[in-house]
């Protein structure tokens, strides 16, 4: 009689293997989340430091155009596009011609960026004049902040080199499994963008200026902090040394319709500093502030998730596992859904605390804290839609498919032209409504094209977890709004408005980790074992 007991069910293998993948997701996400963590805290601090010493004026709206400018730029050439196609195409040479291949890539496609960069800067600062009347032509209206807003840019383009070789570090070193560098880097921006208006304010006729310095030398101190790793990685390639010309094609064909397909959301940006730029002095520094309020949450997770999902979809893709690739898509989608759905109706149900408890003080009103509060508000349906579409769109960048992306993009694009044209009239809320409704409508669509070219999603399961998500958010945000309506937030941060603050958040995060142990949430057991995993490593 032959003997079976030492016969395997070909179906473990693969399961094991879709669990395995999912750990090593989840724990690259934390320690993403752990390192964003403290950057966005820093970031806080910056704003904090900023607002009290500049206060809400034309002063700091010339200031964040002029820095959204090198930072969209650096978003659609390197983070929009060249992460996203470099990592598939990187990860595809490796695993089909070597390690040596890889390297020859890597070496090309530094080498190109630095000449493209070089080029892009002296662009940048000679034509600063005309990126400002792209991205804010209201500011002619006032010679003098147009002035100030140009000077500001030729100052702070030079970061667009540094942050874009940072960015082509973090993809080889997320490539390699490695997340932590990438991830710790911001903090240096930040601790840069506090110490230097505190101490070079005095130094310049508008001290606005010191802020800039601040910048650029976060902006080295950011890419200084990639080399360790570069070179424990055997990464640290001197441009052009090795050639894959071959591979650096693809890439290119790649990145293109990337660049596009995957900063539709900095697009929407554009669109609406534009419109923004015709508001009253103050309406961009709202929107600015409540902008960095929806992003603390969306890179502390969903960033995160989508940052460590990323390496793993490709490697799928390259292997030609598509059910691994629907299941992947499946947990990241869930698992940023656990931590996106509770803050944004956090940050409607909260906001006016929270604004008061961070910025009341100094040059910094309580008409200042209305404003930035209402219009985080109008913004916070968004940080939902937004985690969900990225995570969807790196599966077609997986798959190698930038068009969809692309002509997506486009609708949304259009329909935030038409929506914030109709909804300008509410000022810089309506600006904010705009993007939640653009998102959402980008979003869905994307959803419904990938479930049609992989019906092997598990969309009915995604829907089934968002509803769960939904009602312990509500119980818990319920709890939160309840606790702070005893809170006097007109004074700011006194003692007792800071424990009242303290006391909701505590209640609204014990009573929702609670009820998702209680119901059984995957997401959960999932959070706490990756946290339990870090505690031990550490």
Known sequence: MEDNSLVVDSTIEPERKQVSEKGRIAQSAVVVAFYTVLSRVAGLVRDIVVFHIFGVSGITDA??????????LRRFVAEGGLTVAFIPVYLEVKEKEGPEKARALLSTTLGVLILFLLVLVAVGVLCA??????FASGFSDSPEKMAVTVE??????????????????????????HFSAPAASPIFLNLAMIACPILMSGWFEEPIFALAVGVLIGGALQLVTQVPALFRHGLLVMPFRYQNWQAFGKLMR???PAVFGMAVYQVNLIVLRQLGS?????????????????QFALGVFAISIATAVLPSMSRQTAQGD?????????????????ITIPAALGLCAISVPLVSVLYLHGQFSYYDVEMTAFTTMAFAPSLIAIAMSRSTIQVFYALEDMRTPVWVGLFAVALNVGVGLLLRRYEVIGLALTLSISSWAQTIILMALLYRRLPALNMKGVLNSIAWQLFISLVAVSASALVVSFGTWSDGPTGTNIFLFSASLIAAIVLYFLSATVFGLEEMSTVRKALLKRKTKL
């Open 152 to 177: 500001l840019t030729r100052w702070l383009f030079p970061y667009v080199f540094f942050i874009s070789l940072v960015a082509l570090a973090m993809a080889v070193l997320n490539a390699h499994r």
């Open 278 to 294: 015709y508001l009253p002095d103050g309406q961009i520094s709202y929107y600015y502030n409540a902008d960095r309020l929806m």
């Open 322 to 338: 598509n059910k691994a690739l629907c299941n992947t898509w499946a947990y990241s989608t869930n698992l940023t859904n656990f």
């Open 254 to 256: 790649l990145m293109l």
């Open 63 to 72: 200031f964040f155009v002029a820095f959204t400018i090198p930072n969209i």
């Open 129 to 134: 004049k005309s990126l400002v009347y792209m």
